[in-house]
């Protein structure tokens, strides 16, 4: 099949053409996507199938899929505890032209909506029920034990990678190493969990990481919603307020403050304001 994707340049499924995409989904799960329902994303687009079922369909390079591959949906099948989407089967191939790999998974249609965008910009003035379903599911999945290292980012997380992302705050005489690491989602944000019915799904990056990288990850994607960032502190404090989870907070603000962000982010100033306040908590022990 003649590819549309070029062989080396940076692809963005939100606005490529995915026909040929789905065509091949078509053939091989004998299933019909509706192309009304389509959802896309930067490395993924997802559709209802007329087995009222979701398929989520994913693009990787070849250098981002790592020695564990990338069958996090079809692994998370296994977890217990966790509001997520049942999972059936999945699909893999690549073309000849291209230098990268496609997959696609069948599983369960969610039970609402995204909550929104990945990140928030307004309260989405979720129930108290929401909040603890997803503070019982976040508490499973910690709990959980997996061979798995996660790739937030596509990127599998490692100490080095830590130590290099938050040097920047931390004086040279904090040591920076992980002392607890966990089975963690590994790509919170409000694009992955629906509501007002909590379920937490795209399960692709899941695996071991350091405590309170979840916690972490969504208090940076609400910083823009005060009130909202605030809750999730107070949410996961016990992951936040540990030493792992200030290094994750770090770990986090270093994203967000990295060179190429955007200078109108609205993230921007809380973020620093909290990185210089965790790194003099975590100087002082």
Known sequence: MPSSFPATAVVDLRVEPVDTVLDEVERSLRTWV???????????????????????????????????????TECAALLEGIAKPGWYRAIAWSRPDEAAMWRADETDLLPGAPVGGSVLLADPELPNGWWREFNASLDAL??????????????????????????????????????QWQSAHADLNWANMTGPQFCLFDWEDWGLAPRGLDAASLWGNSLAVPALAERVRRERGHDLESR??????????????????????????????????????????
Request: proline residues 7%.
């Open 142 to 179: 910690s709990a959980q034990h997996t061979s798995r290292v996660a790739t937030p980012d596509t990127v599998t997380i490692t100490q080095h990678g830590v130590t290099d992302a938050i040097k920047r705050f931390l004086p040279g005489g904090v040591d920076p190493t992980v002392q």
């Open 34 to 72: 509706d192309r009304h329902t389509l959802v896309r994303k930067r490395r993924s687009i997802g559709a209802r199938t007329d087995r009222d079922t979701w398929v989520r369909i994913e693009r990787r390079p070849f250098g981002r899929i790592g020695g564990q591959g990338w069958n996090g």
């Open 244 to 285: 792992d989870g200030r290094l994750m907070t770090l770990f986090v603000c270093a994203k967000i403050l990295a060179p190429d962000a955007h200078p109108e982010d609205p993230r921007l100033d809380p973020a620093r304001h909290m990185a210089a306040q965790v790194a003099d908590e975590l100087q002082r022990g």
